[in-house]
């Protein structure tokens, strides 16, 4: 029922911003939690961030050291990622997931959510 659709993936240099976004097509999306995941070449999938149905809520995971942000419109069914001060290693594929929520709560366990994109490559070089 749900599809998401990531985009605003590519190449960059170390130190630059990139601003990544999520389409969402189904029905209530209003009522998912919205998280962002990466995976690089030989290592888990690991937390980016997410955010609760409302955008009240966050969960960032612990390697992001405040330089990402998500945020969600939903009145345009899309969420954001927005990715400043880029690294090396934060070269990965960048995965949506969506996550049906009864209350504005949010986790940041990718075997909780029930939709993932096909993801967006992010490339950063030195």
């Known amino acids: 029922q749900v599809q998401l659709v990531e985009s605003g993936g590519g190449p960059v240099q170390a130190g630059d911003s990139l601003r990544l976004a999520c389409a969402f097509s189904?029905?209530?999306?209003?009522?998912?939690?919205m998280g962002w995941f990466r995976q690089a070449p030989g290592k888990r999938r690991e937390l980016v961030a997410a955010?609760?149905?409302?955008?009240?809520?966050?969960y960032y995971g612990s390697s992001m050291n405040g330089r990402f942000t998500i945020s969600r419109d939903n009145a345009k069914n899309t969420v954001y990622l927005q990715m400043n001060l880029l690294k090396p290693e934060d070269t990965a594929v960048y995965y949506c997931?969506?996550?049906?929520?009864?209350?504005?709560?949010?986790?940041?366990?990718?075997?909780?959510?029930?939709?993932w994109g096909q993801g967006t490559q992010v490339t950063v070089s030195s």
């Open positions: 955010l609760s149905r409302s955008g009240g809520n966050t």
């Open positions: 997931a969506a996550d049906w929520t009864a209350q504005d709560t949010v986790t940041g366990l990718p075997g909780q959510y029930d939709y």
């Open positions: 189904g029905d209530s999306f209003s009522s998912y939690a």
